[in-house]
């Protein structure tokens, strides 16, 4: 049973478009997390939910709108991709982060061509 | 802007050998830290984590911690070429809601 689970795993679209990314997590944790890794492997956090409650809202373009649905579910909303938005995005759940850490996704990777 | 600053490397070791890998911190009210391994094309998995000054062993594994001098280190002993993989080094922060800011992690390379 993947303990979170993340679709699609690869993307390729156009530029202008609009996706999303679905996350699921069976773990039971409160909190869900969205990191985007850029080709020098740098994780940067971009929102953080706690039982569906906006956290943490970094520095990201408001073309970018995730969704909490419920505890277990985390989704990422693209609108008017741009090229710079390639890049591989992970989903992340934790109980307790400054305890336990994070438990990871596989990873989505986008393209934008 | 809080940070964690590591060198990207590569760091390259010959089979046996010991790999240190380093990394430093910015915000002095950091309480956790973690060591992440990362093979290329997959997600990353926590392999260490560590809380109290001072060293913290786990099988091959031996994670360092210095509060004062906002550093922690890892060392990996009788590395092997499996170990060869990006290694990033996760600091927690609170802002708000509690979350991990990770540094640009170490590439290390493990020859047989």
């Known amino acids: 049973d993947t303990a979170v689970s993340q679709t699609p795993k690869y993307l390729v679209t156009q530029m202008g478009n609009d996706k999303s990314i679905k996350c699921e997590q069976n773990?039971?944790?409160?909190?869900m997390y969205w990191y985007k890794q850029d080709s020098k492997k740098f994780l940067k956090i971009m929102f953080s939910y706690n039982n569906k409650e906006l956290i943490i809202n970094e520095t990201v373009p408001n073309r970018f709108s995730p969704k909490s649905p419920d505890k277990a579910h985390l989704n990422l909303h693209i609108n008017s991709l741009e090229l710079g938005d390639s890049a591989v995005y992970f989903c992340?759940?934790?109980?307790?982060?400054?305890?336990?850490?994070?438990?990871f996704g596989s990873g989505t990777r986008l393209t934008v061509v | 802007q809080k940070e964690v600053e590591q060198n990207s490397g590569p760091l390259s070791v010959p089979e046996g050998a010991i790999a240190s890998l380093n990394c430093t911190y910015s915000d002095r009210g950091s309480q956790s830290f973690f060591w992440y391994r990362q093979y290329s094309g997959k997600s990353p998995e926590l392999i260490m984590s560590i809380y109290s000054n001072g060293d913290k062993e786990d099988g091959r594994f031996t994670a360092q911690l210095n509060k004062a001098s906002q550093y922690v280190s890892l060392l990996i002993r009788d590395s092997q070429p499996s170990d060869s993989a990006t290694y990033l080094c996760a600091v927690n922060i609170n802002q708000a809601g509690t979350a991990l800011i990770f540094g640009k992690g170490t590439t290390l390379s493990v020859s047989s």
């Open positions: 773990l039971g944790h409160d909190t």
């Open positions: 992340a759940s934790s109980q307790i982060p400054g305890l336990f850490g994070y438990t």
